[in-house]
């Protein structure tokens, strides 16, 4: 690396580290007298999780039960009793067996909560398409008590969502009742609406899409031992897409990272593995970090395909967080996994043919090796801020940076082709041999 290119990412490097370490405030939860219903729609049954607040339902029923476990413990029976008179769940078949598989006491929004947990059953083995839900509890006896019904999933319709659970309606003491549509349920609905929950889940979510980005910044490179162990990044030759194995090597770069997070992510939907949520975001994070420095002098030589599934390791237990948080039956989680996987490898596709020729048309320039240092200090930054957010268990000032990129990708897009078109136009056009840093663990892989 030239003086001038390293003085430059050190300065933006030590700038946005130390920008970095600055927590913005944390929002607070207010606590709340609703309850909550949460449904989650399988092949045969019905699970809905209660959350009743406990002074709610004691005032509700005239009892009197102490916010501790062993309270609510001595009072399950009670508690079951009380619930399966004013919960039933039917179909266009009639009604499902109802039973309570467990009572418990949780807090939430700061408030002591009853955890109820629901299965309703069809006798046929198999939930028919028009589902309603009757539930009056406490609200059959405090009138101003609402209850909000949210759908976590139901994958056979093909209502599967990434993050909060969809809000179904708000029943009050004089509507008891929320229907569920549930018209042309079947395997292949919910196997086509998990592909498209993978290609929004990168196109919605910036650390995967960086990532991806620092492994193409190398793509037109190639790793050149300078002796010692050492290596630097050198332009190739670029004569058409082929040249210099660009294509090649990238294809084999992103369906290394690809098998990588295939992988974790059936293991952790399986449950087979179940990594603690911190650990797992500061390894992506430092992936970021590590892609970027690497873009700048290759820090290994060889091995870089297993390098690439390793890190998707690493991002496939992140992605796998959203089918768990589904509670899928069996049949539905291979769909599920088959589904998120093409989805994802879908939408990295088209980042690639999106983001690849930019690059590629860059560098012909001599100017690229500056395009490649200001872009992977950025990266180097925004996964500096990314690790000391998740360990600080705040958001950095760099948060709404990374929603907007998110929200706006075709504008994110945008940016950069004009900045390499500017590249591209101000710089030399023949071709190059001069020094290049290149932003990827993968495409290392492939010196000489």
């Not at 969809?166 to 292949?188: H, I, N, P």
């Not at 960086?210 to 050149?224: D, N, Q, S, T």
Request: hydrophobic letters at 50%; aromatic letters at 6%; proline letters at 4%.
């Amino acid at each position: 690396m030239s003086r001038r290119p390293a003085r430059v990412a050190a300065a933006s490097i030590a700038a946005g580290v130390a920008l970095a370490a600055m927590p913005a405030a944390v929002a607070s939860a207010h606590p709340s007298e609703t309850s909550a219903v949460l449904v989650t729609v399988h092949q045969s049954d019905v699970d809905l999780e209660l959350q009743v607040p406990l002074d709610r339902y004691t005032l509700a029923t005239d009892t009197t039960i102490e916010p501790t476990d062993t309270a609510v413990s001595d009072a399950a029976a009670s508690i079951e009793s009380y619930v399966l008179d004013h919960v039933a769940v039917t179909d266009a078949d009639g009604g499902l067996a109802t039973t309570v598989d467990s009572v418990s006491l949780d807090t939430i929004n700061s408030v002591p909560t009853l955890i109820v947990n629901v299965t309703g059953t069809a006798d046929d083995g198999s939930v028919g398409e028009s589902l309603i839900l009757a539930y009056d509890v406490v609200s059959e006896r405090i009138a101003t008590h609402d209850v909000y019904v949210s759908l976590v999933s139901d994958w056979y319709s093909g209502a599967v969502a990434d993050g909060e659970p969809q809000l179904l309606s708000v029943l009050t003491s004089t509507s008891k009742t929320v229907g569920l549509d549930r018209a042309g349920s079947s395997w292949w609905s919910g196997f086509l609406a998990t592909v498209q929950l993978g290609m929004s889940h990168i196109a919605e979510g910036p650390d995967h899409v960086l990532f991806l980005g620092m492994l193409l910044l190398i793509a037109p490179c190639l790793a050149v031992a300078t002796g010692r162990g050492a290596a630097r990044w050198q332009q190739a030759p670029i004569k058409g897409w082929r040249a210099g194995g660009i294509v090649r090597r990238t294809a084999l770069l992103v369906s290394a990272f690809t098998l990588g997070h295939a992988l974790s992510l059936a293991l952790v939907s399986f449950q087979l593995f179940s990594p603690p949520g911190m650990v797992v975001e500061t390894l992506v994070a430092l992936s970021i970090v590590l892609a970027a420095v690497h873009a700048l002098r290759p820090l290994v030589r060889r091995g870089e395909l297993l390098i690439a599934a390793a890190f998707g390791l690493v991002h496939g237990t992140a992605f796998a967080t959203t089918l768990v948080e589904m509670h899928l039956d069996t049949g539905a989680l291979v769909g599920a996994i088959l589904g998120f996987n093409v989805g994802v490898e879908l939408a990295q596709l088209i980042a690639v043919a999106a983001i690849l020729p930019l690059l590629v048309l860059a560098a012909r320039s001599t100017a690229y090796r500056y395009l490649r240092v200001v872009l992977a200090a950025g990266g180097t930054i925004a996964g500096s801020a990314w690790a000391i957010g998740v360990l600080t268990g705040t958001d950095s000032v760099f948060s709404p940076v990374f929603a907007a990129i998110a929200a706006a990708p075709r504008v994110s897009w945008g940016l950069l082709a004009v900045v390499c078109m500017l590249v591209w136009a101000l710089g030399s056009r023949e071709r190059s041999t001069s020094r290049c840093h290149r932003a990827s663990f993968p495409l290392s892989g492939f010196s000489r």
